[in-house]
Each structure stands twice: as C-alpha cells, then as structure tokens.
C-alpha cells in the first residue's frame, strides 16, 4: 500500500483526462526515412543528452493509417509505453 501525501486528492484517471490506445507500429513498417518513428529507448538517450542511434522512420501512409485509426499525438499530450 502506498500513502501519498494527505493534502493530495485520489481520482481516476479517466475523470481527469482521456485515455486512449494507439495502434502498434512492427518492425517491418520500419524504414530509413519518412516520419521519425520513436522508441523508448531513444526517448530515454535524447533525456541523457546522448545521440539517438539506429533511427527510425515510417511511412507517411503508415503514419497516417495509425492516426485514423488511433488519433495524432498534440504537444501536451502524456504518452506512456
């Protein structure tokens, strides 16, 4: 069990935003370019200052596919792997 400070209130998380799932990018949809596709390991080395290696890409029409099905990712967005 957890005890979080008092002054804090517990909520749902769906009340309080609105979650939803995307669609699953596989390996081969992976290119050498096109849309930057990132992966938590280069969120984790652009955090650490380090350069991100093996870069990614996905097509613009895969990207698109995603997106229409799953909804485009807005600046302010929270996004959990």
């Known amino acids: 069990m957890v005890?979080?400070?008092?002054?804090?209130?517990?909520?749902e998380l769906?009340?309080?935003c609105e979650v939803t799932s995307s669609k699953r990018v596989f390996e081969s949809e992976w290119k050498t370019s096109g849309i930057p596709f990132l992966r938590?390991?280069?969120?984790a080395s652009f955090h650490a200052g380090m350069e991100q290696k093996d870069k990614l890409f996905i097509s613009e029409s895969t990207y698109y596919e995603k997106v229409k099905v799953s909804g485009e990712p807005h600046i302010g967005d929270l996004l959990v792997t």
Request: a neutral charge; glycine letters at 6%.
């Open 40 to 43: 938590t390991r280069d969120i």
């Open 3 to 11: 005890n979080y400070p008092k002054d804090w209130d517990m909520t």
């Open 14 to 16: 769906g009340t309080k």
